[in-house]
């Protein structure tokens, strides 16, 4: 479930735009075992990327609807390909750490955002500088 094999073969059913699916292939890669498998064990977890631009409408995937949990997904612009590779990464780090906090704050005080970007910095993609 976890080998880079298994990670590229989970990340190639989203059809990512090739170079965010190499992007997020590597913070995959990063991430905890525990958090990898929170993510990779959620069959209703989504990944997907979108063309934004004049005349698009935005097309989002959505999980198969459950009564007892909500789908998590991960929704990218295509755009973000455009920027800088770590800035890319680092993106990608913190919206996968919402997802994987439910959205929420490592404890009922903390704010969602603070707590995406701690685990993200944690997990080897900090906020850069530079985009
Ligand atoms: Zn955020």
């Known amino acids: 479930m976890s080998t880079p094999a298994d ?21 995959v890669e990063a991430l905890p075992q525990e958090v990898r498998l929170d993510l990779m064990l959620d069959a209703r977890f989504l990944i997907a990327d ?8 935005m097309q989002v995937p959505v999980g198969q609807p459950s009564r007892h949990s909500v789908s998590r997904s991960v929704v990218f612009k295509r755009s973000l390909r455009r920027n800088h590779p770590e800035f890319v990464r680092y993106v990608i780090a913190h919206e996968l750490a919402h997802a994987f906090l439910r959205n929420a704050g490592r404890s009922p005080e903390e704010d969602p955002e603070q707590a995406a ?13 530079w985009r």
Do not use: K
Not at 7 to 27: N, P
Not at 50 to 57: N, Q, V
Not at 120 to 127: L, T, V, Y
């Open 7 to 27: 990670i590229d073969a989970w990340l190639a059913a989203f059809a990512l735009d090739g170079v965010l699916h190499d992007h997020a292939r590597q913070v």
């Open 50 to 57: 979108y063309e934004s631009g004049p005349g698009r409408g």
């Open 117 to 129: 970007d701690a685990l993200a910095a944690q997990w080897g993609f900090p906020r850069t500088a």
